[in-house]
Each structure stands twice: as structure tokens, then as C-alpha cells.
């Protein structure tokens, strides 16, 4: 489970976005850093992203160049696929196709490729005008476990204020309520903001959204889309719980604030333990213009 909320149509930022990556606490993972997903003959590390170790991939992650993925997986009945849902998002952010992004997905995810239920969004600068960023933006899902790959661009009211879950699209997806709360509170962020906010107000304002929880704390899996921030609670007897918090702003000329900020963590004892707040990694770099 994981969630994210997003705007492209800021008129300072081309992307305003914030998620949390929901997941076993046990689950081995490597902290948001530049890396090529292994690939040596690189010269120079050019995405930058956390990686889950067990699957390779990874959830959420963007490169120099500005393409953005974030994978969100379908709730439902676990079932096993060879394929790992993760190197959807990796093999987006590594690959050196170029512009259009439709050509992008085409290519590089086949329709008929099978895995366990996921939702995507994936980023990439518009060719119009690379002077004053804008994205194009696609939105890409099986329905679920086993399911043909569809995609599809974001309708003007997405790229407004849009957000992804768990959930099958067409099947109640955008009524579960942490997405409906979250797209209200983000509501309310941008449109309190002043016309030029501060980076850290904004940043800060979106960390708070992803703290919300609902009054009655999740019990079991099926309960997880009642709430933003997810405590502990025990599956498969193994604890989960919202493992991290990232904030992304991508302004119109190029410059990059990236914070992944840690939530709940095990100690030694395998306790479940909420970080301190400043328990976070920053990254600031801008985009290369020229790709």
C-alpha cells in the first residue's frame, strides 16, 4: 500500500508531489541516494531513488533529466508473478529512449508482460518548451493481479490536483477515503499558498498531509484505505506500517528539491518506533537542460 498526491499545474512548480511508501518494516531497503540500478558502464549516477533490495526496483524515483515514476500496488489477493512490479519504475528512469512519453511506455512495458496488480504515474519533460518546464504524464495499470497493461494520459483535472492509491480504476478507486481527504487537504494547501512559497513551507505543509490518520486506526489490510499515514498493525505476521514520507517540487526552471523522510522503523529488538523528524535525506540539483 502506498499513496501519493500531485499538481502539475502550479504556476512556480511544475510538479508539487508527496507520498508515503507503505511496507513491511522487515523488508530490506536501501535510503533514496543517486545509483544506475547496478548498471557500472555508466559514467555517472543519474537516478535518483530508494531501492527495495528484495525486488531490485523501487517505488518512486526520478532522473537528471527529469522523468518521474511512482508505483502504487492494487490491493487484492497476494499472488505470486516472476516479475517484480518494481523494474516497471527502474527501467522507465534508466532508459535512454527520448521524447514522446507515449513512444516510452510503449516500448518499454509490452501490454501483454505479467505482474501483480499495480498503478503508475509516469513523468516526462515536454518537448514544447524545456526553457519553462511542463510534463507530460501518463497513467499506466494492469487492474490487477495478472492483468493486460493499459495506459493512459492524466485528464486536465488530474494534472490539476490528481492523486494514486490502491485501488482498480472504474471500480472505486478514486472514492476510498485517505485519497479523497488527501486530494482535500492538498486542495487546501495550494490554494493558501502565496504566489512565490517558501520551499521549506510548502515541504513542511506536505509532510503534515501525509501524517493524517482516521480516527478508528487500521485493524487489517482491507481497513488500510481509511488512513494517509499507516500505524503498525500486524500482517501476515509481520509488521507494517508507513516506512517513509518524500516530497518532491520541480520548479518551471529546472531546480529539484527532493526529501525522503523516515516514519515508523524497527529497533534491534524488532519494535516498531516512530523516527525522529529529522531523520530525513535532501537532496537539491537541477535538471540537465540538454537531454
Same mark, same amino acid.
Given at each position: 500500500?502506498? *499513496? ?17 511508501? /507503505? ?16 548498471? !557500472? ?5 543519474? *537516478?535518483?531513488? =530508494?531501492? /527495495? ?7 518512486? =524515483? ?17 499472488? %505470486? ?23 516510452? *511506455? ?7 508482460? %505479467? !505482474? ?9 519533460? +515536454?518537448?514544447? /518548451? ?8 501518463? !497513467? ?61 513551507? $510548502? ?6 498531509? $501525509? ?13 488500510? %484505505? ?6 503498525? *498493525? ?12 518524500? &516530497?518532491?517540487?520541480? %520548479?518551471?526552471? =529546472?531546480?529539484?528539491?527532493? &526529501?525522503?523522510? /523516515? ?10 518506533? $516512530? ?13 540537465? +537542460?540538454?537531454?
Amino acid at each position: 500500500m502506498c *499513496v501519493a498526491f500531485f499538481t502539475l499545474d502550479h504556476p512556480e512548480y511544475a510538479l508539487i508531489l508527496c507520498s508515503n511508501r /507503505d511496507e513491511f518494516l522487515s523488508r530490506p531497503t536501501e535510503f533514496a541516494h543517486f545509483h544506475s540500478f547496478g548498471d !557500472y558502464s555508466l559514467q555517472e549516477a543519474t *537516478v535518483l531513488s =530508494g531501492i /527495495d533490495i528484495q525486488g531490485g526496483g523501487t517505488w518512486l =524515483g526520478l532522473n537528471r533529466s527529469g522523468k518521474l515514476g511512482l508505483l502504487t500496488n492494487i490491493t487484492e489477493q497476494i499472488t %505470486k508473478f516472476s516479475s517484480s512490479r518494481g523494474h516497471l519504475v527502474a527501467s522507465f528512469l534508466a532508459s535512454q529512449l527520448s521524447h514522446p512519453l507515449e513512444e516510452n *511506455v510503449t516500448r518499454l512495458i509490452p501490454c501483454d508482460a %505479467k !505482474y501483480a496488480g499495480f498503478n503508475m504515474l509516469l513523468l516526462a519533460p +515536454s518537448a514544447s /518548451d524545456r526553457a519553462w518546464l511542463s510534463f507530460d504524464a501518463a !497513467y499506466v495499470t494492469n487492474g490487477g493481479a495478472g492483468g493486460p497493461i493499459t495506459h493512459r494520459p492524466l485528464t486536465g483535472a488530474e494534472r490539476h490536483r490528481g492523486g494514486l492509491s490502491n485501488g482498480i480504476e472504474g471500480k472505486g478507486a478514486d472514492e476510498w477515503p485517505k485519497l479523497q481527504h488527501g486530494l482535500g487537504l492538498l486542495r487546501d494547501i495550494l490554494d493558501t499558498l502565496p504566489p512565490s512559497p517558501s520551499e521549506d513551507q $510548502l515541504a513542511e505543509g506536505l509532510f503534515e498531509l $501525509l501524517t493524517w490518520r482516521s480516527a478508528q486506526l487500521p485493524r487489517d489490510r482491507s481497513e488500510l %484505505k481509511n488512513t494517509i499515514r499507516v500505524e503498525p *498493525v500486524t500482517v501476515d505476521a509481520n509488521i507494517y506500517a508507513t516506512r517513509l514520507s518524500t &516530497v518532491v517540487l520541480v %520548479k518551471r526552471t =529546472g531546480e529539484v528539491v527532493f &526529501v525522503e523522510r /523516515d516514519r515508523w522503523q524497527l529497533t534491534e529488538e524488532g519494535q516498531p518506533i $516512530l523516527a525522529d523528524p529529522s531523520s530525513q535525506r535532501v537532496f537539491r540539483f537541477k535538471l540537465n +537542460s540538454d537531454e
